[in-house]
């Protein structure tokens, strides 16, 4: 109930396409939903992050998508650069819960070829 | 304002021995948590903590240990190492509760 799955495992993109990265998971009493950029050498860094009360939302070319009866939420990359190469973490957390304990994704690597 | 800080950032040590890693959190957070990562198991909750109080823990055996200084700062031990144990520990830190955490860059930890 604690897990996050994420997939695909790896993505190779072209410069200029769409960048989708999945998520699923079971806890209903999960209500924030992070994403995570990590750059080799790096800590994760927060790159954009939905409550369950909203169905979208867009930070430049970052889009999360969010599904609720599905238990689903999704990144979506628009017009995706050499410079977004990186490997990406969704999570998920119970801000009421007391703790701040993340559950991450497994990961997903991102290659943008120019 | 500084991001969180984390020292060392490589260490190499025996199976056997014992490590301390420190993390310094960003001003005025008061949460800091910790997380190792491996690319076998990803992200993994190690515990955290909150005004010196551990509030949560992962699974992960007795052998981590950890505490935090009444100036949020923390530090996490790791005694009687595995080889296993090797990995890039993480620490990050948030305000009250937000969901947002604020990662460090990490301390490799290499195990031989």
């Known amino acids: 109930q604690q897990q996050v799955k994420q997939s695909p495992q790896s993505l190779i993109v072209q410069k200029g396409g769409i960048s989708i990265i999945n998520c699923a998971y079971e806890n209903t009493a999960f209500d924030y939903f992070p994403w995570y950029q990590q750059f080799p050498g790096k800590g994760p860094a927060l790159l954009i992050a939905i409550r369950p009360d909203v169905s979208e939302k867009k930070e430049g070319r970052f889009t999360i998508s969010f599904n609720k009866s599905a238990k689903q939420f999704s990144l979506h990359i628009m017009d995706s650069q050499p410079g977004d190469s990186a490997t990406y973490f969704c999570?998920?957390?119970?801000?009421?819960?007391?703790?701040?304990?993340?559950?991450f994704g497994k990961g997903t690597k991102l290659t943008v070829n120019p | 304002k500084a991001g969180v800080t984390q020292t060392p950032r490589y260490l190499i040590k025996t199976r056997g021995q014992q490590v301390t890693l420190s993390c310094s959190p960003i001003s005025g957070h008061r949460s800091v948590s910790w997380y190792q990562q491996t690319p076998g198991q990803g992200l993994q909750f190690l515990f955290e903590y909150f005004s010196e109080t551990q509030r949560n823990k992962g699974n992960f055996p007795g052998r981590f240990s950890g505490r935090q200084f009444s100036n949020s700062r923390s530090e996490m031990n790791v005694s009687t190492l595995e080889l296993g144990d090797s990995a890039l520990y993480l620490c990050a830190s948030s305000f009250m509760n937000t969901g947002e955490l604020f990662f460090g860059e990490g301390s490799r930890l290499t195990v031989l």
């Open positions: 999570a998920a957390i119970i801000t009421q819960g007391g703790s701040e304990k993340l559950v």
